[in-house]
């Protein structure tokens, strides 16, 4: 449905050492880099992330999230690591949701700049 969103930010070196540690476990790169921008994609891919530097850029109030799929929960629990050792806050542990679905996992963070994320992954959880 959508091609791709792009946002502002104050601090761009900030938001690309965040976006560089929290995307990538969900296979998502940097796949471009300008002096005052940066993209995310799947590697080799276009953007479907793009970060601009705007130094009066603030996040949407409550409400506004934006959640990226996961392929596995295993990656839901690493963008949550990732997330926070990168300098996000907790929003929510990695964990299922039972009120979106039987297997809805997520995982939420707050970006250093205050924007609301979310990871999911909604496959079944693997046989044991």
């Not at 924007?115 to 909604?122: D, F, I, M, S």
Request: hydrophobic content about 45%.
């Amino acid at each position: 449905m959508l091609g791709h969103l792009s946002f502002g930010v104050r601090d761009l070196t900030t938001a690309i050492a965040f976006y560089d540690a929290a995307l990538g476990p969900l296979g998502l790169v940097r796949v471009w880099t300008a002096p005052d921008a940066a993209g995310y994609g799947p590697p080799g891919g276009g953007d479907l992330l793009a970060l601009k530097l705007r130094p009066q850029a603030s996040p949407p109030g409550p409400g506004f999230h934006l959640a990226f799929n996961a392929p596995t929960r295993t990656a839901v629990d690493a963008f949550h690591a990732a997330a926070l050792l990168a300098g996000g806050r907790d929003n929510g542990a990695p964990g299922l949701r039972l009120h979106y679905g039987p297997s809805y996992y997520a995982a939420f963070v707050i970006a250093p700049e205050g924007w609301a994320l979310e990871a999911v992954c909604q496959a079944e959880a693997p046989e044991s």
